[in-house]
């Protein structure tokens, strides 16, 4: 899976990317290591590394943000994400790597004009309810393409939280999703002595990206960041859009 040094800094690159964002920025951008590592092998493949390092990258943020969570935030994007996660394990068993490269290029794509939209428009409050179908999504696109995080982001910025309780309660909600989706990703073969070789070989990136974005998130802007972000994804998410219809 990584035989060239062309496609091990390329996962080296995705990985921590997904630890600076995930441990710094509210798991905004998380979802875009297992878009590149899509375009170099199968999309299942990719998700099934990244899990593994998203779990590790989970832990190390956990300790920084402990207790600085909205717990009743928290609980409803939970309740909600359990049962999507079960409609993504139907999804995630019948489709094809064509299919799944569609899904990530599209929530991809997608997630970066919500951004634009919602950067232009005035925010209201989401009701609880609202929360809870923002929570199925967010388990439900977790686990097809490890993007659960602009659902989740729907219902937090509507909130009113400070920047360390959204990103505290975006750490809390995805280490439960992620717990809840190891089993299937397990039983649907979404592991292998290769994937987890490479988890090991990955994992150094994973945990410096955590430690990086714990500290960026204290004392570094998000706009800069996410600019990035968001050329990276809009880039990405069409040449996967692309090479699943041609």
Not at 13 to 27: M, N, P, Q, R, T
Not at 45 to 58: H, K, R
Not at 100 to 123: C, D, E, H, M, P
Not at 140 to 153: C, K
Request: hydrophobic share 60%.
């Amino acid at each position: 899976m990584i035989d060239s040094f062309q496609v091990f800094a390329l996962s080296a690159l995705a990985v921590g990317f997904a630890g600076i964002s995930k441990a710094g920025f509210g798991s905004g951008a998380a979802f875009a290591s297992a878009a590149l590592l899509a375009l170099v092998m199968p999309p299942k493949v990719a998700l099934g590394i990244m899990l593994p390092l998203l779990m590790l990258i989970d832990l190390a943020a956990l300790r920084p943000f402990w207790g600085k969570w909205s717990w009743p935030d928290a609980k409803v994007l939970i309740l909600g994400g359990v049962p999507g996660v079960a409609a993504g394990v139907w999804l995630f068993s019948v489709a094809s790597d064509d299919v799944l490269r569609l899904l990530i290029g599209v929530v991809s794509v997608g997630f970066v004009a919500w951004q634009l939209w919602t950067g232009a428009t005035k925010r209201r409050v989401v009701p609880i309810w609202g929360g809870f179908v923002a929570g199925c999504v967010a388990g439900f696109t977790s686990f097809i393409s490890h993007a659960g995080g602009p659902p989740a982001a729907v219902y937090l910025l509507s909130r009113g939280l400070g920047k360390t309780s959204y990103q505290a309660t975006t750490v809390l909600v995805f280490w439960v999703i992620n717990i809840a989706k190891f089993v299937p990703y397990a039983f649907l073969g979404a592991f292998s002595l290769q994937t987890l070789w490479v988890d090991l070989v990955l994992a150094p990136f994973a945990v410096l990206g955590a430690v990086i974005g714990v500290k960026a998130h204290y004392v570094l802007p998000e706009r800069a960041f996410f600019a990035v972000t968001y050329v990276l994804l809009t880039l990405t998410g069409a040449k996967l859009i692309f090479d699943a219809l041609t």
